[in-house]
């Protein structure tokens, strides 16, 4: 199906990355250069590489982001950053509501909304995670687990410029496991709909979960999913490159 919105090759380092990584970032902006026609491109180091990583990436097609932002601007939050300290250094986008905080720091739908609302004073690009654990997709719940997630995380005001919706099955993530074909589609047709109402048409929609290069192409083939939040794959530039050359025409 054409979609007129452009696709998005994120990648999410997690806690994994210390200053010499620049060298694969450095890579990577290498092999940016022509693939920037066909795709944006962003990567998502931790806190303290996104300075550097701003800085380095200036001007070249790989944009950069963070990982998390507190939901207030400054304060007494001890080892918390805030939206607006992403933006000073340099981040365009912050991923919200990923699985990892959801689950180790018990981050609800509503703490999810008002980290989204943070980003938006800031600036930032918001990149909200959903998907459901693998009970829940066991129980049938997928679509009701999603539709709960977006209803209760996504602030009025959305719009293409300042949300990006990551569609990451849980028990996807980190385990080499994926959806089929069909179950993406089926999710991603459902947050469309769900965007069209809650949003903006045009918000895009990533797949997250394992993606590799091997199965970019038939994953970023599939009807409404505009790109991937891609983990572990992120971490290596031939990986990177790799998985966003599927939209190589
Ligand atoms: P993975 O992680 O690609 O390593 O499965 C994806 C994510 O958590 O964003």
Known sequence: MATARRPLVAGNWKMNGLAAAVA?????????????AVTDLMVCPPATL????????????????????HAEPAGAFTGDISAEMLRD???????V???????????????VRAKCSAAWRA????ILC???????????????????QLTGSVPPGAGAANLV???????????????????????????RERLANLASADVRALYGGSVKPSN??????????????????SLTAADFLGIAGAYRR
């Open 89 to 95: 250094a340099g981040a365009v986008a912050v991923i």
């Open 24 to 36: 694969e970032l450095d890579k990577m902006i290498a092999g940016a250069r022509d693939l920037s």
């Open 50 to 69: 996104v300075a550097a990583f701003a800085a380095r990436a200036r001007g070249t097609p790989i944009a950069i982001g963070g990982q998390d932002c």
């Open 130 to 148: 959903v998907g459901e654990t693998k009970n829940e997709r066991l129980a049938g719940r997928t679509l009701e687990v999603v539709g709960t």
């Open 216 to 233: 970019a192409k038939e994953l970023m083939g599939v009807p409404n999913v505009d790109g991937a939040l891609v983990g572990g794959a």
């Open 165 to 191: 919706i990551a569609y990451e099955p849980v028990w996807a993530i980190g385990s080499g496991l994926t959806p089929t074909v069909a179950d993406v589609a089926e999710v991603h047709g459902f947050i």
């Open 123 to 126: 600036g930032l690009t918001a």
């Open 97 to 111: 509501g990923h699985s990892e905080r959801r689950t180790y720091h018990r981050e609800t739908d509503a703490d």
